[in-house]
């Protein structure tokens, strides 16, 4: 079993549509939370970040983590062509290899016009 | 511009040869690690140097080493290369305690005839 599982998509919404990621993952031990966006050919660039279960929101994203199911999500609201990108969850901890940066293999997401 | 500085940008070479990736960590930043990401793996974390030290080791190859000098810069060498190592190689960097995430490079792309 993967440490992080995540759906690979390809997803394609109509813009404006509200997009719904998320990842499962199965070490308790798992401290951070994350939500990273890569452009084609480009280096994954960190979008938000959270620590404890909730939500968190900056414009029109919000990170949601469930500690007690192993589950975090990624909502985009009034989704945007510019928003076309793969999505990665990432989730940080101190395991027994050492502090650990652990990535979901990524959903692919394409919003069109 | 995130700050993290990769060179190449691409390289081609042929199977058994040998290459260098380098990598300038964001300012401030003390520990660096490489990632290796192909189509079929996603971001595969390989090695974690903080202050000159190696601190983690993901799924690299024998084949595979790096360091990172005392100016902070890292290098990864991949020798004897196969078909099969043809990838994008990112470098991230992050302070000590990364729990709000890593900072990417835009990678380096090896393509290997």
């Known amino acids: 079993q993967k440490e992080v599982e995540q759906d690979p998509g390809p997803l394609s919404v109509p813009e404006g549509a509200i997009v719904s990621l998320n990842c499962t993952y199965s070490n308790s031990a798992f401290q951070y939370f994350m939500w990273y966006r890569q452009y084609s050919r480009k280096g994954p660039e960190l979008l938000m970040y959270?620590?404890?279960?909730g939500n968190k929101e900056d414009g029109r994203f919000t990170a949601q983590v469930d500690k007690s199911s192993k589950y975090i999500s990624l909502f985009i609201r009034d989704s945007q062509p510019s928003d076309s990108a793969t999505y990665l969850c990432a989730i940080w901890g101190l395991t027994g290899g050492g502090n650990k940066l652990t990535f979901g293999t990524g959903t692919q997401l394409k919003v069109e016009l | 511009d995130s700050g993290v500085t990769q060179t190449p940008k691409h390289l081609i070479t042929a199977t058994g040869q040998r290459v260098t990736l380098r990598c300038s960590p964001r300012s401030g930043d003390l520990s660096v690690y490489w990632y290796q990401q192909s189509l079929d793996q996603g971001l595969q974390f390989l090695i974690q140097y903080y202050n000159g030290e190696e601190r983690a080791k993901g799924n690299i190859l024998e084949r595979f080493s790096a360091q990172q000098f005392p100016d902070l810069h890292s290098e990864l060498n991949l020798s004897s290369l196969e078909l099969g190592d043809s990838a994008l190689y990112f470098c991230a960097s992050s302070p000590l305690v990364p729990n709000y995430g890593y900072t990417f490079g835009s990678g380096t792309r090896l393509t290997v005839v």
């Open positions: 959270t620590y404890s279960s």
